[in-house]
């Protein structure tokens, strides 16, 4: 084309044309483009703050796009707009280049996946949108609700919450944003929103070879959905970490990930906020307060317990290598016949444990066992234990003691051994209970093993104490599991107190060696 024969404002149109097509190119191979081009669609009175996080996301979901990963988890803050990324904008950006693509979207809420729903629609029948993939994305008339819309290339967006059905329906990418409520977790929701997972959600893909899974959420739990996903061994997940505050080393690693070291944390110290042109630090800190520690850790950031332990906190654990070798001792029994509400499958641990109380007024943990013990195992370990250790008293969990009462007396009248089973009972919750044991801990009274290993009933050997502190301590009490803590704490019950410290030995006399100026004399 010969430009000298074109006027001034037929080359600024060519221009502009050249310049639009480049824009038009960039926003199709690049999400964050897409975003920037679109933002004042969706939202245009708030102009956009972007931040390194944005980039950062939109990156790894550009691999899941290119099925580079196949499953990925993104632990974020909320308030960070990771929704509109991830359930509405990525979406879209799709159809720009694929509209023959399928999503299948869960969360928490039926009204919250609806709501990303409406705003993905909007979006791709905007006049933007339009103008550049309209010859691309047609809306189908006949298939068009807010929980299911489709257009006339068969690309379609099912929405719905995690815990409705999903049977006949599914996609080739499956987006789960938020699938915890974390206004209402209780035990019981958790479980149906896991429940709900692994009986629906999992066999919902065209083709499991090739189709891609995101779940972007905060940490609530260490047994939420992110927790179970990730001690999946079968099935490796990619895991993107943006905690709200820095803490002093990047939780992510985008070089090793996604072949991108370019995308870093750029923080530089610790308690540096993710987002301060939306999160502020005193707005930060006015949420903090609210949560707690244990929202904070899990929310903001995206650990289900809080750095160095919450209630129960890690510096309060004392160990010890050798045990005293004189204390009052009592046994205490946890058979593992209660659960938490809403647990379902393998019962709890049985969890048993020596206590023995030394001349120096402090607890030790003498023997132990956490492990699925039945009836038989459990009863001839306490003989065992009561013939090895001779305590002063025996304290049975009352639920349990009702079913295993009478095999145990039988056991005493076929061995002419016998002892006395003292029931403990209370009204206190489990978790109540158990927090009788921080003044305890808290002021270094309460000494453990450094390691305490121990065969199971299936045959391995693990340490008893390594799986108390990382699978319940560590967590409490929002751990699955706490049937040894709760065994302990039976140590603070007024029936207990009988173990009393042991009586002081008088401390041997030495003769004080006498330092003279021609040496050492007596």
Known sequence: MDLSQLSPDQIQALRQQVSERALKASQEENLADFIKGGWHILEPSNPLQWNWHLSLICAYLE???????????????????????????????????????????????????????????????????????????????????????ANENRGHRQSQSMTSSVTGKRGQTLIIDDPHDAKNLSDVK???????????WTSRMNNPNEDAIVVIMQRLHSEDLTGYLLSLEKEPWIHLIIPMRYEGESAFDAGKDINRPDLFDPRTYPGELMFESRVNEAAALAQEE????????????????????????????MTYKTPPKRCNKIILVDPAGERKPGVTGKRDNTAMGVFGKGQDDQYYLIDGVRDRLNLVERTELLFEWHHKYKPKGVGYEQYGAQSDIAHIQAE???????????????????????????????????????????????????????????????????????????????????????????????????????????????
């Not at 958790?190 to 629906?200: D, I, M, P, T, Y």
């Not at 244990?294 to 654990?317: C, H, I, M, V």
């Open 290 to 317: 609210q949560w707690g520690p244990y929202n904070t850790a899990g929310q903001y950031q995206q650990r289900p317990s809080p750095k160095g332990g919450g209630e129960l906190r890690l510096d309060w654990l």
């Open 190 to 200: 958790r479980e149906q929103v896991l429940n709900a997972w692994k009986e629906g």
């Open 412 to 522: 005493m009248e076929v061995l002419d051994y016998r002892f006395k089973i003292i029931e403990l009972g209370g009204s206190l919750k489990k978790e109540d209970r158990i927090r009788r044991l921080i003044p305890l801990l808290s002021q270094g009274k309460i000494w453990l093993p450094e390691r305490l290993m121990k065969p199971m009933v299936d045959g391995t050997s693990r340490d008893i104490i390594a799986d108390l502190i990382e699978v319940e301590y560590s967590h409490f009490p929002v751990s699955k599991w706490d049937d040894f803590l709760d065994m302990m704490s039976r140590i603070c019950d007024d029936e207990m107190k009988i173990i009393g410290p042991m009586e002081a030995k008088p401390m041997p006399t030495f003769k004080r060696r006498a330092y003279t100026d021609s040496g050492v004399g007596y």
């Open 63 to 149: 691999k899941v796009s290119s099925r580079e990963i196949k499953r990925l988890i993104c632990n974020i803050p909320p308030g960070t707009m990771k929704s509109l990324i991830v359930s509405v904008f990525w979406p879209a950006w799709t159809w720009a280049t694929d509209s023959s693509h399928r999503f299948l979207c869960g969360s928490n809420d039926e009204s919250l996946a609806l709501r990303d729903a409406v705003k993905m629609r909007q979006l791709v029948t905007s006049e933007w949108f339009q103008t550049r993939w309209g010859d691309k994305v047609t809306m189908d008339r006949q298939q068009d609700e807010k929980g299911l819309f």
